[in-house]
């Protein structure tokens, strides 16, 4: 006797409950997974241009600022923070010499970074957190401050004075 096999189509079982959670939880976690690669991936293939920021900025009419006198000036400065530019008030001390040349100075102690003060009775600046004392030319008359006032980059273009980057330390 010939056995005799029937080929019926195999029945589809209904999915269980936990083939579908199992499912919904690798498709979250590939939307998931393509979420933080996507962005990774643009960053990586295509990175932003950095931005520059400029060096020189306009400040004051050189006419402006008394010969001998320290002035402090404000001015508005764009700084390159990452990617970002950013634009914000700064200040200097402005020393002009007889002969126009100019001096400008950063507005931090060298000690701790305080903000000083020019005090016209003593002819100096003083910075009033740990009271240091500088001549007019930025030298360290006394207090704890490690090394003189540090200086900013300067050209005068037009009878205008530029200030530029913070020259190093000597």
């Known amino acids: 006797m010939a056995e005799h096999h029937s080929h019926e189509p195999a029945v589809e079982l209904p999915p269980t409950r936990r083939n579908f959670y199992i499912l919904f939880i690798n498709g979250v976690m590939g939307l998931i997974g393509a979420a933080v690669a996507v962005p990774a991936a643009i960053y990586l293939l295509f990175p932003p ?74 002819h100096t600046f003083v910075c009033p957190c740990h009271t240091s004392a500088f001549s007019v030319d930025g030298k360290v008359l006394g207090g704890p401050a490690p090394r003189p006032l540090d200086r900013y980059s300067v050209k005068v273009e037009g009878g205008v004075l530029q200030i530029g980057p913070p020259e190093p330390h000597a």
């Open 49 to 122: 241009k950095a931005r520059k920021a400029s060096e020189w900025v306009k400040t004051a009419d050189l006419s402006s600022i008394p010969a001998g006198k320290p002035t402090e000036i404000s001015f508005q400065r764009t700084r390159a923070d990452g990617w970002q530019l950013i634009t914000e008030k700064a200040t200097a001390w402005v020393v002009k010499q007889p002969d126009n040349q100019v001096i400008a100075f950063t507005p931090n102690c060298t000690h701790l970074g305080c903000a000083y003060h020019w005090d016209d009775p003593s």
